[in-house]
DNA sequence: CAGTGGTCTAGACCACATC
DNA sequence: ATGTGGTCTAGACCACTGT
C-alpha cells in the first residue's frame, strides 16, 4: 500500500493482539455477550483507537475459540452502537470521534444526576383523578377512568428546572411519595418490574402564563420548552403519559441518533 | 388469573398459515430482508394483527425452506424495529398498539413532505466563508478555515416555519441554489454518496428577536424552537452543522423512541 | 489477485415459561 | 413434560475492495 490510505485512515494494523480476552464458558452470560463487554471496554480505554482496524472475523474467531458467528454477534452489536464500522473487503475499524452514547429513553432525573446537578423533586399532587379525553387517549382507556395523577417540581442548585405532570393507570404501581422525593419515576416502574420499550415524544415550545412564571422562577412570557410523552411496555401498553415543562433558560434536550441503513 | 389468560393476550394461534411467502432465491437481495419486508407487509396490512403470535421459528424454517439462523435474522430485525416481542417459552407476537415508525434522523423537509405540508424553500445564502470559532470547532477544522454557509427559510402554504442554517466542509459538495429550492439538504447530500451515520442534537428554546420575529412572521419575544446538530459519516467525520429556529407556533418535533435492553 | 465482510446451512444443547 | 426462544458450532459460498 502507499503510506497511508488517505480515505479514512485505516492507520495501524490489528492493535488488538495485545489485548488479552477473557473469556468464561461456565458463566451465564453469553459469550458473545461477553466478548462485546471486552471490545467496548478497549475501546473506551484508548486501546483501541478510532480508525484501528479490528483484524478480521475468522482470525479472531479461532484466537479466541469461538465459532465465526459467535464473534460477529459480538461485533454486530457494537455496530448496531455506532461504535464500529464493518466495510466489506477492508475491514472493521473503530469509528472517528465523538460517537459516546446512543440514545436513550431520556429521564429528566438520570439527566441531571449523571450531568453532576445533584436533583431534588417536590411532590405537589399525588392522588387519584378520572381522565380526562386526553389523557383517557393517550392511556388506551375509558374517558372518567381513574387515573394516578402526579405533579412535582424538579430543582437543581435549589432552583427550579422543570414542572413534571404525570399520569398513569391506577393499581400499575405504588407511588411513595417519600420515594418519588428521592428517585425519578421511571427508577421506580423499572424497580416494580415494569419494563420500558417504547414512547412517543413531542417536544415544542410555548410562553409561560403568569401561573407557570411564578411556578419556574420566570417571568411572565419567558420562552418554555415543553414535552409530552406517552411511554409503552412490550406488550405495546401505554403504561405512563406526561406532560412536562421546562425552563428553556436552564434546560436542552441533548440527544445522539443513528441513522439504520 | 381471570378468563383469559389477560397478561397480554396471546390471542389466536398463528395467524401466519394464511400468508404465502415469496422468496427468490436467485435475487441479489438477501433471504432474511426478503422475508422480514414481508413480514412486515403483513403486519402493516393487518394479516397480523397486535398480538397475534407469529409460530415457532423452527416450523417457519421448515415451512419456508430457509434455515433457521436466517429466519431468526429476519424475525430479529423487526424486533430491533419494535415491531414484534419475543418471549423465551412463549413465542414471538406483534407488538400492541401505535408503534409506528421508529426514530429517524429527522429531516425537516422530509418531516414537512410526508405530513402533507408541500414544503418550499427560498436560499438567502449560499456562500463559501472562513469558519468562526464554534462552526470549526464542530466540523473539526482549523478556525478561518474555509467553510460552506447556507441560509434557507421553510415555507408551509406559504407561512414561513423555521430559519435553517447549515455549515457544511465545502468541497464535501456542490450545493446547487436551484436544487436547494426543491428538495432537502439531506437529500442533496444522499444522493451525492455521503451516507449519514449519527448525529448529535440539542433541542431548546427560546424568546425570537426583533429580527427573527420579522423574518419568521411572528411577534418579537414569541417562543422559538432552536436546534442544533452536527451529523457525521460513517467514519465517525462531521459532515454538517447546522443551527436551525423553528417557529413553535407551527411546529414540534415528534420521535418514536426505542429502548434497547 | 488476495483478503475482507455478508449470507446461509443443518444441526446441537440450554434456559425459561407454561401446563 | 413440552414447547418456546437463546446461544453456539463448523463449515460453505458469494460480493465487494483493494492492489
Redesign the interface.
Known amino acids: 500500500m502507499t503510506r497511508t490510505g488517505d480515505h479514512?485512515r485505516p492507520v495501524t494494523g490489528p492493535a488488538l493482539d495485545s489485548v488479552d480476552f477473557d473469556l468464561d464458558r461456565s458463566s451465564p452470560v453469553p459469550l458473545y455477550y461477553q466478548l462485546a463487554r471486552q471490545l467496548e471496554a478497549a475501546i473506551d480505554h484508548g486501546v483501541l483507537a478510532?480508525?484501528n482496524l479490528l483484524g478480521n472475523e475468522v482470525d479472531l474467531s479461532v484466537r479466541l475459540g469461538l465459532s465465526r458467528?459467535t464473534v460477529r454477534q459480538a461485533i454486530q452489536s457494537l455496530v448496531?452502537k455506532?461504535l464500529l464500522?464493518r466495510r466489506r473487503g477492508v475491514g472493521t475499524q473503530v469509528?472517528?470521534?465523538?460517537?459516546k452514547r446512543?440514545?436513550?429513553?431520556s429521564s429528566l432525573y438520570d439527566d441531571l444526576e449523571s450531568a453532576g446537578q445533584g436533583p431534588t423533586t417536590q411532590v405537589l399532587r399525588n392522588e387519584r383523578v378520572p381522565a380526562t379525553a386526553d389523557v383517557a387517549a393517550a392511556l388506551?382507556i375509558a374517558e372518567g377512568g381513574e387515573v394516578t395523577l402526579l405533579e412535582r417540581l424538579r430543582f437543581t442548585h435549589g432552583q427550579p428546572v422543570a414542572f413534571l405532570c404525570n399520569y398513569l393507570p391506577t393499581a400499575l404501581l405504588e407511588l411513595d411519595t417519600a420515594r418519588l422525593e428521592s428517585t425519578g419515576l421511571y427508577r421506580m416502574m423499572r424497580s416494580a418490574g415494569i419494563?420500558?420499550?417504547?414512547?412517543?415524544?413531542?417536544?415544542?415550545?410555548?410562553?409561560a402564563t403568569a401561573e407557570e412564571a411564578v411556578c419556574l422562577d420566570e417571568k411572565e412570557?419567558?420562552?418554555?420548552?415543553t414535552m409530552q410523552r406517552t411511554a409503552?411496555d412490550?406488550?405495546?401498553?401505554?403504561v405512563e403519559y406526561g406532560s412536562h415543562i421546562y425552563r428553556?433558560?436552564r434546560?436542552?434536550?441533548?440527544?445522539?441518533?443513528?441513522?439504520?441503513?
Request: net charge neutral; hydrophobic share 35%; proline share 9%.
Open positions: 479514512s478510532p480508525g458467528p448496531d455506532g464500522v469509528v472517528h470521534s465523538q460517537v446512543p440514545l436513550e429513553l388506551g419494563t420500558l420499550h417504547s414512547a412517543r415524544q413531542t417536544i415544542g415550545a410555548r410562553s412570557g419567558a420562552a418554555l420548552l409503552y412490550d406488550t405495546g401498553r401505554p428553556a433558560s434546560y436542552a434536550f441533548d440527544f445522539q441518533l443513528l441513522v439504520r441503513p
